[in-house]
């Protein structure tokens, strides 16, 4: 069909097939068609309000809704990929791996180098504030750096933050005492402070509502992979015994110098936007704007707006989001933080099985991620799938709090039971996910994001306190503290479903009694920045 035939004035068909690949394109002239449907098709209310619409995503984004093919959108979704996801996932491997540098050097001689050990010989309760310092940072600067990254190019501020991190982690071998490791480690909290916030901004900018879980997962599994490389490399570097550093400062010069030249790169080589990135061209980013226009979280808008801070306060929805990331952080920087040390001292398994048995953990890790986006993509239910993976933390916990551990074989099943209880990190990767699929409106998502991980950081902050020194190294308190987050957990999930599903009725409601803001199929006002409550056309996800 020729660029001024449309069947359907909503929708703009496919003109011709692509020459390289089977994937179908658009010409600019069917492009500029579809913007100017609302010309041709005058129904009162369906209009795009372009003043509400940021002059960027303006630009880029048609007046019509776009039909874009299956083959096209896999296109597009690739090219995404290679850019985008990939800086993603290998950026949270290296931020990963860069805090798993302080699980695996607690047995690699850091404490006893640096003052941190009891008379009798045991890590001090000192050890645990290099956790918290970075946590209690990341609480104070969070909602500065929502601001700004709503306001900055994303990708050279994400670029600049690795650049810095990477240094301030190498200095990290530079430091003798523990006010030495205090400092370098609140100015890494500081710098690493805009990795996650980035990452939910981006997922939400360049992928539909139904790509973002997985994708989420894939870069949050990270966590897992660094338990696996971390824990093979942190063998290597305790094979170091003389020479003019310990094997634990080689630990952190390696990392930090890696992560330095890996932000000069991302610098370099990942878009801020899809308006913005001049890899792609003017068809493509046309087609990437308009790909993303069913999510109807918006794309971009600078303009602060103090009604959408009120509206994200009053909502529930980032309460429930907060409630799960403290939860579930709070168990896991504990656990990840005394990992080595329950392994070792714990378990009594040595110090080089200790390193890698880590690399079991991150296999576990990896499958319970992938296999709850699994579950996800088969029957679309995120809540029931997080609160499926939350019994085996209740079980594993409980197991370590009460089985013996005297001969080998209950060394092997605590071994298990504490890799078991991670399983609730599926939980805390769901909830980010969702997240970036149900909050609408940039000044909004600024500060539930923003609330999210101040909760995130006060979770985390608190995690390694109750390990408390004088338990170990059985440490009741922790795990006991561990077994009411969970409870908690289940609460929050059960009311979270309770409420999504009851708004979305709502607004099924008002479809079937004929109000058009609720059911209009041209998504008009995708992109007028409008807050997930204010547009009736939103549906949840849960």
Same mark, same amino acid.
């Given at each position: 069909?020729?660029?001024?035939?449309?069947?359907?004035?909503?929708?703009?068909?496919?003109?011709?097939?692509?020459?390289?690949?089977?994937?179908?394109?658009?010409?600019?002239?069917?492009?500029?068609?579809?913007?100017?449907?609302?010309?041709?098709?005058?129904?009162?209310?369906?209009?795009?309000?372009?003043?509400?619409?940021?002059?960027?995503?303006?630009?880029?984004?048609?007046?019509?809704?776009?039909?874009?093919?299956?083959?096209?959108?896999?296109?597009?979704?690739?090219?995404? #990929?290679?850019?985008?996801?990939?800086?993603?996932?290998?950026?949270?491997?290296?931020?990963?791996?860069?805090?798993?540098?302080?699980?695996?050097?607690?047995?690699?001689?850091? @404490?006893?180098?640096?003052?941190?050990?009891?008379?009798?010989?045991?890590?001090?309760?000192?050890?645990?504030?290099?956790?918290?310092?970075?946590?209690?940072?990341?609480?104070?600067?969070?909602? @500065?750096?929502?601001?700004?990254?709503?306001?900055? @190019?994303?990708?050279?501020?994400?670029?600049?933050?690795?650049?810095?991190?990477?240094?301030?982690?190498?200095?990290?071998?530079?430091?003798?005492?523990?006010? /030495?490791?205090?400092?370098?480690?609140?100015?890494?909290?500081?710098?690493?402070?805009?990795?996650?916030?980035?990452?939910?901004?981006?997922?939400?900018?360049?992928?539909?509502?139904?790509?973002?879980?997985?994708?989420?997962?894939? +870069?949050?599994?990270?966590?897992?992979?660094?338990?696996?490389?971390?824990?093979?490399?942190?063998?290597?570097? &305790?094979?170091?015994?003389?020479?003019?550093?310990?094997?634990?400062?080689?630990?952190?010069?390696?990392?930090?110098?890696?992560?330095?030249?890996?932000?000069? !790169?991302?610098?370099? +080589?990942?878009?801020?936007?899809?308006?913005?990135?001049?890899?792609?061209?003017?068809? #493509?980013?046309?087609?990437?704007?308009?790909?993303?226009?069913?999510?109807?979280?918006?794309?971009?808008?600078?303009?602060?707006?103090?009604?959408?801070?009120?509206?994200?306060?009053?909502?529930?929805?980032?309460?429930?989001?907060?409630?799960?990331? !403290?939860?579930?952080?709070?168990?896991?920087?504990?656990?990840?933080?005394?990992?080595?040390?329950?392994?070792?001292?714990?378990?009594?398994?040595?110090?080089?099985?200790?390193?890698?048995?880590?690399?079991?953990?991150? !296999?576990?890790?990896?499958?319970?991620?992938?296999?709850?986006?699994?579950?996800?993509?088969?029957?679309?239910?995120?809540?029931?799938?997080?609160? /499926?993976?939350?019994?085996?933390?209740?079980?594993?916990?409980?197991?370590?709090?009460?089985?013996?551990?005297?001969?080998?074989?209950?060394?092997?099943?605590?071994?298990?039971?504490?890799?078991?209880?991670?399983?609730?990190?599926?939980?805390?990767?769901?909830?980010?996910?969702?997240?970036?699929?149900?909050?609408?409106?940039?000044?909004?998502? &600024?500060?539930?994001?923003?609330?999210?991980?101040?909760?995130?950081?006060?979770?985390?902050?608190?995690?390694?306190?109750?390990?408390?020194?004088?338990?170990?190294?059985?440490?009741?308190?922790?795990?006991?503290?561990?077994?009411?987050?969970?409870?908690?957990?289940?609460?929050?999930?059960?009311? !979270?479903?309770?409420?999504?599903?009851?708004?979305?009725?709502?607004?099924?409601?008002?479809?079937?009694?004929?109000?058009?803001?609720?059911?209009?199929?041209?998504?008009?006002?995708?992109?007028?920045?409008?807050?997930?409550?204010?547009?009736?056309?939103?549906?949840?996800?849960?």
């Amino acid at each position: 069909m020729s660029s001024t035939e449309v069947p359907d004035p909503d929708i703009v068909q496919p003109m011709r097939p692509h020459q390289d690949d089977a994937a179908k394109r658009y010409s600019m002239a069917e492009l500029e068609h579809a913007r100017s449907v609302p010309e041709e098709v005058e129904m009162k209310g369906e209009h795009p309000d372009y003043g509400k619409v940021d002059s960027e995503v303006a630009k880029y984004s048609s007046a019509a809704r776009i039909h874009i093919s299956p083959e096209e959108n896999t296109r597009l979704r690739r090219l995404v #990929d290679r850019r985008i996801l990939v800086v993603m996932i290998t950026t949270y491997f290296l931020q990963a791996i860069d805090k798993g540098t302080l699980s695996f050097s607690s047995i690699m001689g850091l @404490p006893k180098d640096t003052g941190m050990l009891t008379p009798e010989g045991k890590v001090s309760q000192d050890f645990s504030w290099l956790t918290t310092c970075i946590y209690i940072t990341i609480l104070v600067v969070e909602y @500065p750096q929502n601001y700004i990254l709503a306001r900055v @190019p994303v990708a050279k501020y994400l670029g600049f933050s690795i650049i810095a991190w990477g240094t301030v982690l190498a200095c990290h071998a530079a430091c003798k005492s523990f006010t /030495g490791l205090v400092v370098a480690r609140t100015l890494l909290g500081l710098f690493e402070s805009a990795c996650q916030p980035a990452f939910v901004i981006l997922s939400a900018m360049w992928y539909k509502r139904e790509e973002q879980a997985s994708r989420v997962t894939y +870069w949050y599994m990270m966590n897992g992979a660094q338990q696996i490389v971390g824990g093979l490399l942190a063998y290597c570097f &305790t094979l170091i015994t003389d020479g003019p550093l310990k094997s634990w400062q080689w630990l952190f010069m390696a990392y930090g110098i890696i992560s330095v030249i890996f932000g000069a !790169f991302v610098f370099w +080589w990942m878009p801020d936007s899809p308006m913005r990135a001049k890899c792609f061209s003017e068809e #493509d980013k046309h087609l990437l704007v308009e790909r993303v226009r069913e999510n109807q979280t918006g794309l971009q808008n600078r303009v602060f707006k103090k009604e959408q801070v009120w509206d994200a306060l009053t909502d529930p929805q980032t309460w429930c989001y907060a409630g799960i990331q !403290f939860t579930t952080t709070l168990p896991t920087s504990g656990l990840g933080a005394f990992a080595n040390l329950i392994i070792s001292g714990s378990l009594g398994f040595s110090n080089l099985q200790t390193q890698l048995l880590a690399m079991v953990l991150g !296999f576990y890790i990896i499958i319970v991620l992938l296999g709850s986006v699994w579950l996800v993509k088969k029957f679309n239910q995120n809540i029931l799938t997080m609160l /499926g993976f939350v019994i085996p933390s209740f079980i594993g916990t409980i197991l370590l709090m009460t089985v013996p551990n005297q001969t080998f074989p209950q060394h092997v099943g605590l071994l298990i039971s504490y890799y078991i209880t991670l399983s609730f990190w599926a939980a805390q990767t769901l909830g980010l996910s969702m997240m970036s699929r149900n909050v609408g409106g940039q000044t909004k998502k &600024t500060v539930v994001v923003a609330t999210n991980f101040i909760f995130w950081s006060a979770g985390n902050a608190i995690g390694p306190q109750v390990f408390l020194s004088r338990e170990a190294p059985k440490y009741f308190t922790a795990f006991a503290t561990h077994l009411g987050c969970y409870a908690l957990l289940v609460l929050i999930l059960l009311f !979270f479903r309770f409420y999504l599903a009851r708004q979305n009725k709502k607004r099924d409601q008002l479809a079937a009694t004929g109000v058009n803001e609720a059911r209009d199929e041209r998504l008009a006002h995708a992109f007028e920045d409008l807050t997930d409550r204010e547009n009736p056309n939103f549906r949840y996800v849960y």
